[in-house]
């Protein structure tokens, strides 16, 4: 069974930075790609960043220039630096990672973001 394992949401000033982590377990298949969404209160669960085995990205606008994503293939993991972070980051931040060999999609529990003004 597939489990994606969160860490590293907390409470942050504004300009402040927080790194995200999440390791991916239980599939013979590679994980590709595997990302990070978020959803704050009242709105749509929205793309952060994704990042390809072959290291390619997708970074939403809102983020680039202040998010990184990076992953480690051997650890099947992946990371989320966020810089100069603002309060309207603040939200619930998801891992995301597809089995490409099943066409699977998989989300983590969800961490918290709060940036306070």
């Known amino acids: 069974q597939v489990q994606l394992v969160e860490s590293g949401g907390g409470l942050v000033q504004t300009g402040g930075s927080l790194r995200l982590s999440c390791a991916a377990s239980g599939s013979v298949f590679s994980f590709n790609p595997m990302g990070w969404y978020r959803q704050a209160p009242g709105k749509q669960r929205e793309l952060v960043a994704t990042?390809?085995?072959?290291?390619?990205?997708n970074c939403a606008d809102s983020v680039k220039g202040r998010f990184t994503v990076s992953r480690d293939n051997a650890k099947n993991t992946v990371y989320l630096q966020m810089n100069s972070l603002k309060p309207e980051d603040t939200a619930v931040y998801y891992c995301?990672?597809?089995?490409?060999?099943?066409?699977?999609?998989?989300w983590g529990q969800g961490t918290l973001v709060t940036v306070s003004s």
């Open positions: 990042i390809t085995s072959g290291g390619s990205t």
């Open positions: 995301y990672a597809r089995v490409l060999a099943k066409n699977l999609e998989h």
